[in-house]
C-alpha cells in the first residue's frame, strides 16, 4: 500500500507540496495534536458526515481522539461491513503537531479533496 503522507508543520505552519506556496499560514504555533486533531475530526464529521455528502455516504467516522500512544487520530471505515479496517487514517502527533493521512483512500480519486479539507480544517477554518 502505497502510503501518501502529508506533513503540517504547525510552527510554520506549511501547506502540502499539492497546495499554492501563496496559502496563507495562520498562526496556529505550539498547538498540540489533540488541538488539532479535534478540529479536523470536527470537520470531517460536520461537513463529510452530517451535510450527507455522497462521496462518504459509504463511510463512517470512527474518532481515536484520546489516544495513549500520543497520536489521536480519525478513522474511516466502510459503513456496515464486518471488515473494520480503515480506509483511511488521519493522526496528528507531537507538538508542533505532525499531521498524516493515509490508507487506501489516498490512493483514490478523492485524496486532493481530503487533503485539502483535512489542512484546511487543521488551520481552523470550519467550512466545507
Known amino acids: 500500500m502505497r502510503r501518501l ?3 503540517l508543520s504547525i510552527l510554520a505552519a506549511a501547506g502540502l507540496t499539492a497546495c499554492k506556496p501563496e496559502t496563507p499560514r495562520p498562526p496556529t504555533s505550539g498547538q498540540s495534536a489533540l488541538d488539532i486533531m479535534e478540529k479536523v475530526a470536527v470537520g470531517a ?3 463529510w458526515f452530517k451535510s450527507g455528502d455522497p462521496a462518504f455516504k459509504a463511510y463512517s467516522l470512527a474518532p481515536e481522539l484520546t489516544s495513549f500512544s500520543g497520536r489521536p487520530r480519525i478513522l474511516l471505515v466502510r459503513k456496515g461491513a464486518s471488515d473494520i479496517r480503515p480506509l483511511l487514517v488521519v493522526q496528528a502527533e507531537g507538538r508542533p503537531a505532525r499531521l498524516d493521512a493515509f490508507g487506501p483512500m489516498m490512493n483514490e480519486d478523492i485524496a486532493p479533496r481530503i487533503q ?8 481552523g477554518a470550519k467550512n466545507c
Request: proline content about 0%; overall charge positive; hydrophobic content about 45%.
Open 5 to 7: 503522507a502529508f506533513t
Open 45 to 47: 464529521n460536520n461537513c
Open 116 to 123: 485539502k479539507d483535512v489542512v484546511r480544517w487543521a488551520n
